[in-house]
Every structure is written in structure tokens, then in C-alpha cells.
């Protein structure tokens, strides 16, 4: 964002970034909000299992990952749960069963901009594990791992360290 000088209303080399989420202009009357933007993911249980996925993009390519993603525009986080899981691995859960656990404040660098999220971690209970049909682009395989097995070090992002430590913990 600091790279950012020009309006674009006026067109004047007259931009400013706050730091934080304000850009505007000091020659007309242009503001834009760079809002927290909030995102979802999934931890989906079977017994004492987790599913996660291995990332087969950067960042943390071959790293472990929840299922999950951004809201779209006029969506709840519950249905932004059920398209990502679709979308990913093309699997169908119902959103209703889907039991929020917590929240993290995030930060997701893409292309040199800083976005700053609100991460929604949701739990899904499955009877049994299942394999799922995945999108290769992002997600080259799923595994199941028994929740005392977790490697946060296998963890591809700080966020999800710090949630699982929290997920993790929370019965002691
Ligand atoms: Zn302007």
C-alpha cells in the first residue's frame, strides 16, 4: 500500500496510506477502506482423527492446511464453510452442523498487499473418514492424523499454530 501515490479520483500524486486500513486523498474527497476481510476454516473430525490438507501452492507448499478460505460478498461464514469444502474436495457437508470454536485475527500477504483477516475456525463431525476428490491446485492430498500426532511444525501457517495450540489444549 505504501507504494501506492496516485488517486485514482483526481488523479494527483496526493495518496495516503494510514498503516492501517485508510487510504485517502488530500486533494478531493477520495476515501477507500482497506477492511479487515474475514475468512473460514474447517477442522473436520472423525473420532479422535483431523482431516487436513497438504497445500500445493506457496506459501507453505507441502505444508498442512485446514480446509477453508475468504468469504464471499452476502454469504455467512457457515455457507463460505460448505462452498470452499466443495470447492476444494468436493465434498457436501451441512452448514448446520457446523460448530464455531474460534477466532484469530490474521494477516494474508498476496502479491505485496497485506490483508488483514478475522479467521473463523469451525469443527465438523464425520462418522467415518472419507477420501475426498480434491482440486490439485490447491490441495494435493488429504490425511488423517489422530489429533495427539499433530506436528505444529507441519503446520503451514502461524495462525493455524496458534489455533491448533489453543484447539489442542482445550480440554486441559
Ligand atoms: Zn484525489
Known amino acids: 500500500m505504501d507504494e501506492l501515490h496516485f488517486c485514482p479520483k483526481c488523479g494527483e500524486?496526493?495518496?495516503n496510506w494510514d498503516g492501517e486500513k485508510k487510504l485517502s486523498c488530500n486533494q478531493c474527497s477520495f476515501v477507500l477502506y482497506h477492511n479487515c476481510a474475514a475468512a473460514?476454516?474447517?477442522v473436520i473430525r472423525c473420532g479422535n482423527e483431523i482431516m487436513l490438507t497438504k497445500r500445493n501452492q506457496q506459501p507453505g507448499k507441502g505444508?498442512?492446511?485446514l480446509a477453508g478460505g475468504f468469504t464471499d460478498p452476502k454469504e455467512s461464514a457457515e455457507e463460505a464453510c460448505a462452498r470452499e469444502l466443495k470447492e476444494e474436495l468436493d465434498i457436501e457437508i451441512i452448514p448446520e452442523n457446523l460448530k464455531i470454536l474460534l477466532t484469530l485475527p490474521n494477516i494474508?500477504?498476496?502479491?505485496?498487499i497485506d490483508y488483514n483477516t478475522l479467521d473463523i475456525f469451525f469443527e465438523y463431525q464425520v462418522d467415518k473418514k472419507f477420501d475426498a476428490k480434491l482440486d490439485i491446485s490447491?490441495?494435493?492430498e488429504i490425511t488423517w492424523i489422530?489429533?495427539?500426532e499433530?506436528?505444529?511444525n507441519e503446520i503451514a501457517?502461524?495462525?493455524q499454530k496458534k489455533f491448533f495450540q489453543k484447539y489442542l489444549n482445550r480440554n486441559q
Open 13 to 15: 500524486e496526493t495518496l
Open 40 to 42: 473460514v476454516a474447517v
Open 63 to 65: 505444508k498442512l492446511d
Open 108 to 112: 494474508y500477504r498476496y502479491k505485496d
Open 138 to 140: 490447491e490441495v494435493s
Open 146 to 148: 489422530y489429533e495427539n
Open 150 to 152: 499433530i506436528d505444529l
Open 157 to 159: 501457517f502461524n495462525s
